[in-house]
């Protein structure tokens, strides 16, 4: 821009009439021209650089100061799923039972910070525990939800150690994904505390499974596991854990009063306490490009007289066009009626609780990232400890559609 101003002074002085031109001869002239030129020059430099000012001072905070509130969709994850399942239950002492059932679950995680978060969420089914079925008829009538989430997550300045409090998923690790302690439903109510550093792994919890105007009912125990990588396609998992529930032992039955049986004595509460020590291992491999498992899971009841154990053993296995979309899996359980409190195990096997053995398989079949299919045969014994053995057997076919 200067040197384009330059040239149109000079070019005007050049154009200037004959009387000008002459002039230039004179040197007093051409000094008084030259010196006025370059205040020229000076003042064109001034202006300039005072019209760029603003222009950067408008820029600046726009780039550098984002607007309030930007980016808060990146701090919330939604997800969930919904089941719909056809269950056929065939006990021997009892008609034959056909239900239609559904399950829904839906939960928001929001980061706070980089190292804090919070969640909720809502489950079909009511206050049980360790289901979220809803068995569909009624008349039509509306069904229930239920808080099923409700924590804070803080991820420690130590690596790898995490605190949570609150109403939250089950951070032990079920053998198998087997439900021989807990059922996969269940949400434990209260604080736990986990460290992961590696393959070692471990897991602080502090329950509240019960509050009365009396003692309390509560859980204290630990869970520690160590992975090893025996080669790209193998690990080997080890592990135990320890769960002390406290003032059982002649303390009404938790929940609604069934002890889904567990032991009791003529009032109708607990016989025993449970003081569970449990040892479980996997090991997971390829054969032929499909990815096997396989589990042992043991526990044992401290606290109880007899019918003390439990132990559950299985295999599993992924397979189909490179994508293995389909999976087999066999597990055998028997767990004796004291061995766990009932209330907490698998709501499934033998139609939940402890007092019974036998033979679960599953067929399942990925038809989507988000859309699969599953059905499972349990043919079960129950009641064997404690009274008169029965045959159970039930069929479940189910859809799931994840978000």
């Given at each position: 821009m200067k040197s384009v101003l330059t040239t149109a002074l000079l070019g005007v002085l050049l154009l200037a009439g004959p009387g000008a031109r002459a002039a230039t001869t004179d040197s007093a002239l051409i000094e008084a021209l030259t010196t006025e030129l370059a205040e020229l020059r000076a003042r064109l430099e001034r202006l300039e650089n005072n019209r760029k000012v603003p222009e950067v001072a408008y820029q600046t905070p726009a780039t550098a100061v984002p607007a309030a509130g930007a980016g808060w969709e990146d701090r919330l994850r939604w997800k969930g799923d919904f089941r719909y399942r056809h269950e056929t239950s065939d006990p021997e002492f009892s008609s034959k039972r056909h239900r239609q059932r559904i399950r829904a679950r839906t939960s928001l995680e929001a980061d706070l910070s980089d190292s804090l978060r919070v969640g909720f969420g809502l489950i079909t089914g009511g206050q049980n525990p360790v289901s979220g079925n809803q068995t569909l008829g009624g008349g039509f009538s509306s069904k229930d939800i239920a808080l099923d989430l409700s924590y804070v997550t803080w991820e420690t300045p130590t690596d790898g150690l995490t605190w949570t409090a609150g109403k939250f998923r089950n951070p032990l690790h079920r053998a198998g994904d087997n439900g021989l302690l807990w059922d996969g439903d269940l949400r434990p109510e209260g604080t736990n505390v986990t460290f992961q550093r590696g393959g070692f792994s471990l897991t602080g919890l502090g329950l509240w499974a019960s509050e009365s105007s009396g003692k309390d009912i509560f859980v204290l125990g630990a869970q520690a596991g160590f992975e090893v990588p025996l080669s790209d396609t193998t690990r080997f998992l080890i592990g135990t854990g320890y769960y002390d529930l406290s003032d059982t032992r002649g303390r009404p039955v938790l929940f609604d009063g069934d002890p889904r049986g567990n032991s009791i004595d003529a009032a109708g509460n607990y016989l025993?306490?449970?003081?569970?020590?449990?040892?479980?291992?996997?090991?997971?491999?390829?054969?032929?490009?499909?990815?096997?498992?396989?589990?042992?899971?043991?526990?044992?009841?401290?606290?109880?007289?007899?019918?003390?154990?439990?132990?559950?053993?299985?295999?599993?296995?992924?397979?189909?066009?490179?994508?293995?979309?389909?999976?087999?899996?066999?597990?055998?359980?028997?767990?004796?009626?004291?061995?766990?409190?009932?209330?907490?195990?698998?709501?499934?096997?033998?139609?939940?609780?402890?007092?019974?053995?036998?033979?679960?398989?599953?067929?399942?079949?990925?038809?989507?990232?988000?859309?699969?299919?599953?059905?499972?045969?349990?043919?079960?014994?129950?009641?064997?400890?404690?009274?008169?053995?029965?045959?159970?057997?039930?069929?479940?076919?189910?859809?799931?559609?994840?978000?």
């Open positions: 025993y306490g449970y003081e569970e020590l449990e040892v479980f291992t996997e090991l997971h491999f390829d054969i032929a490009n499909m990815p096997t498992e396989l589990f042992a899971n043991w526990v044992q009841n401290l606290d109880a007289d007899d019918y003390d154990t439990g132990y559950a053993i299985g295999a599993s296995m992924r397979f189909g066009n490179g994508r293995q979309p389909w999976k087999v899996g066999y597990t055998y359980q028997d767990l004796e009626a004291d061995a766990v409190l009932a209330l907490f195990t698998d709501s499934d096997f033998m139609d939940g609780g402890t007092d019974g053995k036998g033979h679960t398989l599953k067929l399942g079949y990925i038809l989507t990232s988000n859309v699969s299919l599953g059905g499972t045969l349990f043919i079960n014994q129950r009641g064997g400890n404690l009274g008169e053995e029965e045959d159970f057997n039930r069929v479940l076919f189910d859809v799931q559609f994840k978000y």
